[in-house]
């Protein structure tokens, strides 16, 4: 049976579809695992520069949950703010439905992926379940006085026509549209985030699993320069646009600016609007919107007409995740202690002074009013580098991204996954090259063929047999290498994410293990890197893995196994001298491998090579392990 990489594929995409394995549940008595990447904006398709992301964060939690780990990995949707409307407008639709359309795409291309997602926590941020929610937040900063109206002058995007916060601004050009920016005075929306500087900035020295970098960069970028003025400003989180959440507040000419009370949560966005960017903003142009009454006075008001920024959804989505269906608060109280904090962050190095200074803010403020048990979100932090085409970074704008969908129907999804992650270092920027994807599925192809040889003989107890077996050299040096493979690939997985070079040990391995099993191999040695291979392979490329795991006869998934534990003695590379002597005297000084010299058995058979002692009675032999070893003869 040859590989059919598309068959298998499918097989194993459904059956994870209709099989509960990704899901999460807090009673568990396993210790538990939050790994999440960060989510997209659905304002398109994905390309394979995406996808690194997502590919990286699932090797994590599928390592982790085959380690014996309770692991909740979900995925959502980034749905309000420019990037969504922006494609919406140049299409002529309406942004919801564009909003739409780009989450049925990007789910489907996520499922083709093969990523362990608990689709049952998926969260769209313009679903009004969710920003009811952040219209709360809201309402509790302004409680807390930490939500303000003031004029100043502010960045004003002459192109998408709405203030931008400082963050959003790249070289005098809006980041989103690459338009000019220009100085504007406006009344607009505050955060109070310097009032957290201090400890945004202090906090900093506890986040040790975090990247120096990253730690640099926040740190220049809160910029405490004297006692008291902080280079950071408080966060404009008000935007002129349509696509957003409706800030939750009326203006009385009688009463000012006032709240809306917290029963009337969520202040629907609505939908027949003329969303076209200018003056005046959307939101004023829909008069049944604007016009209400004072929840002070129940005198006439109007609603405010400015939409919360993107950033202000983004900056607390992780505790959503946790119970999106909560109706009773912005997280369950119990979920959130079990889960929280984030154990493994995942997402690009561009955010580190955007949305990682943001959710570190409302993270703080959410641990201040009791909502929240960690005063930092994310535990450890990687950032990973973008993968480059042509020598620019992948954009549909510079023509040059690589369509994921042409390449998993070409060579498969678990040859594109592997590729991805053999790329480089994932913290570096890496150049994509389409034959990397053609060598990635020879190996597949190599793995299936070792999978057909070995099947016919595969014992299923081999680990109980090997013990008991005596085993030739040649057997206990692929088994040694087996066992450093173990060591290699497992502190690469949880070490530094250098998952390129774990997979070019297995690729390494590989080519070692064909020619022994070419050469009339022990049966229980084979059984024991077959089995072994296939557990390495199932983080990286899990069709493939499971299809052999199935064929090796078992009924549960390849995830419910237990993770390959390698045996130090085996992985020795050192060698041993040993002394051979007869009757007491040196005869010869050999040198073995470290893991053979204590084995009587072995360095017997080494030493009887090198010795004459034929006709001649053996009385006793005296074994000092990893020293001597002394033939008496009669």
């Not at 029963?263 to 209400?292: C, H, K, M, Y």
């Not at 510079?398 to 996954?417: H, T």
């Amino acid at each position: 049976m040859s590989y059919d990489f598309q068959q298998i594929e499918k097989k194993w995409r459904e059956a994870w579809g209709k099989s509960d394995l990704f899901r999460s549940v807090k009673d568990n008595p396993k210790p538990k695992y939050y790994v999440l990447e960060m989510y997209p904006y659905p304002s398109g398709e994905l390309h394979v520069g995406h996808f690194r992301n997502y590919v990286l964060g699932d090797v994590v939690a599928r390592y982790k949950r085959i380690n014996g780990h309770n692991v909740l990995h979900p995925m959502g949707w980034d749905s309000f703010g420019l990037p969504t409307e922006n494609a919406a407008i140049k299409r002529g639709i309406h942004p919801s439905e564009w909003n739409e359309q780009c989450i049925r795409k990007m789910r489907e291309q996520f499922e083709l992926f093969g990523l362990s997602y608990d689709w049952s926590r998926e969260i769209n941020t313009a679903d009004p379940n969710y920003y009811r929610w952040t219209q709360w937040l809201l309402l509790k900063f302004w409680e807390h006085g930490l939500l303000y109206q003031d004029y100043s002058e502010v960045n004003w995007c002459t192109g998408c026509q709405t203030v931008l916060a400082n963050e959003q601004v790249v070289e005098g050009k809006c980041e989103r549209c690459g338009s000019d920016v220009v100085e504007k005075r406006m009344k607009q929306w505050f955060l109070k985030i310097t009032a957290y500087a201090d400890r945004l900035l202090d906090d900093l020295k506890t986040l040790t699993e975090w990247p120096k970098h990253v730690l640099k960069m926040q740190k220049d970028w809160i910029g405490k320069t004297g006692p008291g003025i902080f280079k950071i400003r408080d966060w404009c989180i008000s935007r002129q646009r349509y696509w957003g959440a409706p800030i939750p507040f009326v203006h009385c000419e009688k009463c000012g600016s006032q709240p809306v009370p917290e029963d009337q949560l969520p202040i629907l966005l609505p939908p027949n609007v003329d969303f076209s960017p200018g003056w005046p903003p959307p939101l004023a142009r829909d008069a049944e919107f604007v016009n209400t009454r004072c929840p002070v006075c129940g005198g006439k008001a109007k609603r405010d007409v400015n939409t919360a920024d993107t950033f202000v959804f983004s900056s607390w989505y992780y505790y959503r995740f946790i119970n999106p269906q909560c109706e009773d608060g912005l997280v369950d109280s119990e979920e959130e202690k079990y889960w929280m904090p984030v154990d493994q962050y995942v997402g690009g190095v561009e955010h580190a002074t955007v949305h990682l200074i943001y959710a570190r803010f409302v993270s703080k403020f959410l641990f201040d009013i009791g909502v929240s048990s960690t005063n930092e979100p994310f535990k450890k932090l990687f950032t990973q580098g973008m993968i480059c085409y042509q020598g620019k970074k992948m954009s549909k704008s510079r023509g040059n991204v690589i369509d994921p969908v042409e390449l998993m129907e070409s060579f498969g999804v678990d040859a594109l996954r592997l590729y991805i992650l053999f790329l480089g270092p994932p913290e570096q920027e890496v150049e994509w090259n389409d034959k990397g994807v053609v060598g990635c599925r020879r190996m597949l192809v190599r793995v299936f063929d070792i999978f057909q040889l070995i099947k016919p003989f595969f014992q299923k107890d081999w680990g109980s047999r090997i013990k008991k077996k005596r085993l030739a050299k040649e057997d206990l040096k692929m088994r040694s290498i087996t066992h450093r493979c173990i060591r290699n690939v497992t502190q690469n997985i949880e070490g530094n994410f250098h998952f390129h070079t774990a997979i070019s040990g297995i690729m390494e391995w590989i080519n070692l293990l064909e020619p022994y099993l070419s050469s009339n191999p022990n049966h229980v040695v084979a059984s024991e890197a077959l089995e072994v291979l296939t557990l390495l392979l199932s983080v990286f490329s899990p069709h493939i893995a499971e299809e052999i795991w199935e064929g090796l006869g078992n009924e549960s998934s390849v995830l419910n196994a237990k993770w390959p534990q390698w045996e130090e003695s085996l992985c020795e590379e050192d060698y041993q001298k040993i002394i051979i002597q007869v009757n007491g005297k040196l005869k010869k000084i050999v040198t073995m491998n470290k893991s053979w010299a204590s084995d009587s058995s072995l360095v017997q058979e080494e030493a009887m090579k090198h010795i004459p002692l034929e006709g001649k009675e053996i009385k006793k032999v005296i074994f000092v392990p990893g020293k001597v070893i002394n033939f008496v003869t009669a």
